[in-house]
């Protein structure tokens, strides 16, 4: 048994399978997520610190 399939198994044993069939109504009938939600995602996963800092060299610190 993989470990998704143990998560998968506590949480019907914690929540029950009438709460379950609840929850993935309720994600079926979601709508699509829209293109700029997606980009935002991408975005957020690939840099969730925010923007990369730009290196700044050494006399130009000391200048600022």
Known sequence: MNHAHK???Q???ILG???LAHIEANVAAAPPPSP???ADLRRIFTR????V??????PA???A
């Open 7 to 9: 998560i998968r198994e």
């Open 48 to 51: 969730p610190a925010g923007e």
């Open 17 to 19: 399978p009438a709460v």
């Open 53 to 58: 800092p730009v290196a700044v060299s050494a």
């Open 36 to 38: 700029e939600l997606i």
């Open 61 to 63: 610190a000391r200048a």
């Open 11 to 13: 949480y019907r044993q």
